[in-house]
T-cell receptor, first 113, second 115 residues
Framework: GESVGLHLPTLSVQEGDNSIINCAYS??????FIWYKQESGKGPQFIID?????DKRQGQRVTVLLNKTVKHLSLQIAATQPGDSAVYFC????????????FGTGTSLTVIP | GAVVSQHPSRVICKSGTSVKIECRSL??????MFWYRQFPKQSLMLMAT?????????EQGVEKDKFLINHASLTLSTLTVTSAHPEDSSFYIC???????????FGSGTRLTVV
């Protein structure tokens, strides 16, 4: 499968600060990307997605940026809250893989009150 | 919204026995479901793609005779871990594509412990 990796395995931020989580993907032909949040012992929770024909997409307190030139994704969380503490994964979907997603290593975000 | 219900959430079984994990799409039809496993502090690894009414597609290195997948209806996919061994202990998660839009929804996961 495709290789998707994250630059930072752990990240600690102060409550109220902004968080940036980075992700590198390997398949330049991947056409769709999703960021997930996973709390301990639970399944992943969809946060935000972006298609390859977009550079930026905003949601509620979250923004995803896609740089296809360097095959890089980032997730920005504004005004980080303690409830944002979790592991964050990016996942890419290759164009010819029957809708399968391949996940990156994950970044553990800890919000310090 | 689209919900996938996964059961059981936790199971402990003896080595050599088989365990069945179920995933049901509650308010939508899932023609395709995906099965992942996750070891502690690691990422999700795709095991197989389950298609309703046809054979599952397994990722390289996944033993199809050990991890039996059945997708008999548009709302139910099952994963059976046969002759389980301690090394099969893991967190198993199913996922389905939401029929409207491009999102994918996940089950809550099953923690399997083989003793």
């Amino acid at each position: 499968g495709e290789s998707v990796g994250l630059h930072l395995p752990t990240l600690s931020v102060q409550e109220g600060d902004n968080s940036i989580i980075n992700c590198a993907y390997s398949n330049s032909a991947s056409d769709y990307f999703i960021w997930y949040k996973q709390e301990s012992g639970k399944g992943p929770q969809f946060i935000i997605d972006i298609r390859s024909n977009m550079d930026k997409r905003q949601g509620q307190r979250v923004t995803v940026l896609l740089n296809k030139t360097v095959k890089h994704l980032s997730l920005q969380i504004a005004a980080t809250q303690p409830g944002d503490s979790a592991v964050y994964f990016c996942a890419e979907r290759g164009p010819n893989t029957g809708n399968q997603f391949y996940f990156g290593t994950g970044t553990s975000l800890t919000v310090i009150p | 919204g689209a919900v996938v219900s996964q059961h059981p959430s936790r199971v402990i079984c003896k080595s050599g026995t088989s365990v069945k994990i179920e995933c049901r799409s509650l308010d939508f039809q899932a023609t395709t479901m995906f099965w992942y496993r996750q070891f502690p502090k690691q990422s999700l690894m795709l095991m197989a793609t389950s298609n309703e009414g046809s054979k599952a597609t397994y990722e390289q290195g996944v033993e199809k005779d050990k991890f039996l997948i059945n997708h008999a209806s548009l709302t139910l996919s099952t994963l059976t871990v046969t002759s389980a061994h301690p090394e099969d202990s893991s967190f198993y998660i199913c996922s389905a594509r939401v029929t409207r839009g491009y999102g994918y929804t996940f089950g809550s996961g099953t923690r399997l412990t083989v003793v």
